[in-house]
């Protein structure tokens, strides 16, 4: 039974990069005994909690299984505090919908071909992507040496030109994914800047 003298787990929150989830929160402190905890789930449209994989555990974090991945789903986990027949309240999250709140980390660069007039990038793309994925990718690029307001380029391919550089002029670039569904879009991260000088023609 939930108990006044063992404080509940605080600071409770989903974590989220690029689909990859889990659930974490602060430890409780008491002064001898070793506290353990207990994660359920339930999803918006089963109002039933269900174990997730981790009843009992030491650790402070709890990874969302397999089972878990579907990223329309709406879940909404808890986790409370034990220590021996002792039990804490359940502490609750907000409601979690994995393509709406996931951290989409920035792409990475796999090759740069420097021509006198371009750049050609490619990138491999954040995370595995899913039937009905539209991945978009924003390519801010900017002459390094001046001041030069940096241009934006949109483009849908993973292997993109920047076109229309000065020759044997450095130039740099960042690079950003966004996902776009029927009725939403999700913006990630950018990347740190790369530079690259062009060639003489």
């Not at 689909?19 to 005994?33: A, I, M």
Request: net charge neutral; hydrophobic share 35%.
């Amino acid at each position: 039974e939930s108990s006044p003298h063992l404080p509940a787990p605080k600071d409770v929150r989903v974590y989220s990069y690029n689909f990859h989830s889990s659930l974490r929160w602060s430890p409780v402190e008491v002064d001898r005994g070793l506290v353990l905890y207990t994660v359920h789930f339930k999803t918006g449209s089963f109002n039933h909690w269900d174990e997730m994989n981790c009843t009992r555990i030491s650790q402070t974090e709890c990874s969302f299984p397999w089972s878990l991945k579907e990223r329309r789903w709406t879940l909404v986990l808890r986790v409370r505090a034990e220590l021996g027949q002792v039990a804490s309240d359940w502490v609750e999250t907000d409601p979690f919908v994995a393509e709406r709140n996931t951290t989409i980390g920035p792409p990475k660069v796999k090759n740069v071909v420097e021509n006198s007039d371009s750049l050609l990038i490619s990138v491999t793309p954040p995370f595995e992507s899913e039937a009905g994925d539209f991945l978009q990718y924003h390519v801010y690029y900017w002459e390094n040496a001046s001041s030069t307001t940096v241009k934006e380029t949109n483009i849908s391919s993973t292997l993109f030109k920047v076109g229309n550089l000065k020759e044997l002029t450095l130039y740099c670039f960042r690079i950003q994914a966004e996902l776009i569904h029927s009725y939403h879009q999700l913006l990630g991260l950018q990347s740190a800047p790369k530079c690259h000088r062009t060639t003489i023609s």
